[in-house]
């Protein structure tokens, strides 16, 4: 076979490709996940070949260069070794992620080698690509670094490693340095004084003739990222401090190098309204001036969020506009949309009661005689669903607590032994929830608000976790009673388990980061692993599923490495449930085991 018709093989299906992900955009939206395409020919029949992978769930973690690197090394080094059921020669490799603070798609293109497809040193990218809205491609050199990558997209390939190279630059050439991040999104560095407790009011030529120089939007955002404002925020962790440099971070925490954001709300908003059109939530802006919030309905439903706190927290944690809301509000966005999902079957199927919707999300079932016969929290309900169509239908009126056989509502029983929906044998969990990111009012809950966070129970069988409701006469003492006995009858399974550096282990399984709140869990889970040894530790509670547990306090990169890892298992893992629970709180494991722990086989 021709390189030629290699050549012409490889354009008409890089087309076909780009013309998938734009389809993709356009359904997706800020929801784009990656794709990638792998070409061969077959030897027998001379045919191309190609092989598709997708990367849900899947978000940058460090600068371009070393990311593309980890393709040439794992995506593209597998697949040029793929064979298959015949004879396939490799030809190429396209990787595509979608860069929505821009809306460029970016695409990285291998070439194998025909002398030696398995040779790694001749397997590096040999172009990249910008796609626009409109298709047309731009052809582009792998970028050395964030810079490069900025100056060919306008955007950061990853925010946190553009603040690395904007901070490096700047300490380089003992310049202000300013740069763009999405429109209505600046950062920058800049030299600072020592000592100053406010250094927004510091009158600063240089900054203002620099700032001049961008869209005259209506910024209405400043944030300084260290000094006493900064330090007044309950942001519990990915600071600066973690994503930094060590001799940077010095700098910064000294006062000698300013790192600020200048910032448009509305442009903030607007990356939301971008979220919710894509799942056809309407988005409104409520609250007042003091406590703005962002209210998301979708026919008879609705639920409002505050929009302070993410917003500056997607600022201050080294994140995209794109990144904060998606972070922040995908859950409830996720949480509404298969609420009203659940509505319309009940509309669609209980014909013989009146459904209402009360305070947003409780829907009200009343009988033929109006009295009420089921008040139901549908946002308490929805999610980890896995059937559709009609036995879709049929489990969520089960959900309910509506009997499609009889007809009627029927009473759950308020049993803490047996699933309310499936009547399966069930036992109490425990569970730490961030407020934030709840998607319900706490008060619906059985739990205990402490902080930022609520600890609440939940009745777990095979199938099914759901959420307990407070109930008159039932006491959060007797839940926890009815936790801690059952323990011992339901072990809980680590699916991975390992050390990391920096003396530390990662614990990862479906609710294992909420070992957090007891010392004996933790203590099982170790020595589950063979770590009998007692003592204080320091446990990370990153994400829902996963723990780190070091023998000393983890700070700087070395808390950053940590979430990274936590991160990267749980992506691995669980996919859908990557919001951050941030709890860290010093352990001491000299007490007793609690309860068992296994680790998967």
């Excluded at 092989?51 to 040029?80: N, Q």
């Excluded at 869209?215 to 962790?237: H, I, S, T």
């Excluded at 009609?390 to 047996?418: K, M, N, P």
């Excluded at 619906?444 to 976790?465: F, I, K, M, N, R």
Aim: hydrophobic share 45%.
């Amino acid at each position: 076979m021709r390189q030629s018709d290699d050549e012409a093989d490889l354009d008409r299906h890089r087309e076909a490709f780009r013309r998938d992900r734009m389809a993709l955009v356009r359904s997706q939206g800020p929801e784009t996940f990656d794709q990638a395409q792998a070409l061969y020919r077959d030897a027998a029949t001379g045919e191309v070949v190609v092989v598709r992978d997708a990367f849900p769930g899947v978000s940058p973690a460090g600068p371009v260069e070393a990311f593309i690197e980890r393709l040439r090394m794992a995506w593209w080094r597998a697949r040029r070794q793929f064979r298959g059921d015949g004879e396939l020669r490799p030809l190429a490799g396209l990787y595509a992620r979608f860069l929505p603070e821009v809306g460029f798609d970016y695409v990285v293109e291998f070439r194998a080698d025909p002398a030696a497809p398995d040779a790694d040193d001749h397997a590096g990218p040999v172009c990249c690509w910008r796609v626009d809205a409109r298709g047309r491609a731009t052809k582009l050199r792998p970028p050395a670094d964030e810079g490069e990558f900025h100056d060919m997209t306008g955007t950061f390939f990853d925010l946190r490693a553009g603040w690395r190279w904007l901070v490096a630059a700047h300490r380089a050439a003992g310049e202000l340095a300013v740069a763009e991040v999405q429109a209505g999104y600046l950062i920058g560095a800049r030299a600072g004084v020592p000592g100053d407790p406010d250094p927004a009011s510091r009158e600063d030529p240089a900054l203002a003739a620099a700032l001049s120089a961008w869209d005259r939007r209506g910024y209405d955002a400043l944030e300084f990222l260290a000094g006493p404002v900064a330090e007044r925020y309950p942001f519990p962790g990915e600071r600066y401090g973690e994503w930094l440099d060590e001799p940077a971070t010095a700098a910064v925490e000294a006062g000698q190098t300013e790192l600020f954001v200048l910032a448009d709300s509305t442009a903030f908003i607007d990356c939301v309204q971008d979220l919710c059109g894509h799942r056809e939530i309407d988005l409104a802006l409520g609250g007042d001036e003091d406590d703005p919030r962002l209210v998301f309905s979708k026919g008879p439903l609705r639920v409002d969020r505050p929009l302070s706190y993410p917003f500056l927290r997607a600022l201050h944690t080294g994140r995209t506009f794109i990144e904060g809301t998606r972070l922040f509000f995908s859950p409830t966005i996720d949480a509404l949309d298969d609420a009203h999902e659940l509505w319309l079957v009940a509309k669609a199927r209980i014909e013989d009661h009146a459904l209402s919707v009360e305070d947003g999300d409780v829907l009200i079932a009343r009988d033929a005689a109006g009295q009420i016969v089921a008040r139901v929290n549908l946002l308490g309900l929805v999610g980890g669903r896995q059937r559709r169509g009609q036995a879709g239908a049929d489990e969520l009126l089960r959900l309910l607590g509506y009997d499609a056989r009889l007809g009627r509502f029927v009473l759950r029983g308020g049993r803490l032994d047996r699933c309310p929906i499936s009547g399966d044998p069930a036992v109490v969990g425990k569970v730490i929830r961030p407020l934030a990111l709840l998607g319900v009012d706490p008060r619906t809950l059985a739990g205990v608000v402490v902080g930022q966070h609520l600890v609440c129970y939940t009745l777990d069988g095979p199938e099914w976790s759901t959420p307990i409701e407070p109930k008159p006469g039932r006491t959060i003492a007797d839940l926890e009673a009815a936790w801690r006995a059952g323990l011992e009858a339901a072990p809980a399974e680590l699916l991975d388990a390992g050390t990391l550096g920096d003396d530390a282990v990662l614990l990862v399984g479906r609710e294992a980061g909420s070992f957090v709140l007891e010392p004996g869990r933790v203590r099982a889970a170790l020595a589950a692993m063979g770590d009998e040894d007692g003592g204080a530790r320091f446990a990370y509670a990153f994400f829902a599923d996963a723990l780190v547990v070091a023998r000393g306090k983890l700070t700087g990169a070395a808390l950053h490495r940590a979430r990274l890892a936590a991160l990267e298992a749980v992506q691995a893992r669980f996919p859908d449930r990557t919001w951050p629970l941030d709890v860290a709180r010093p352990i001491d494991l000299d007490g007793p085991t609690v309860g068992r722990v296994e680790l998967a086989r």
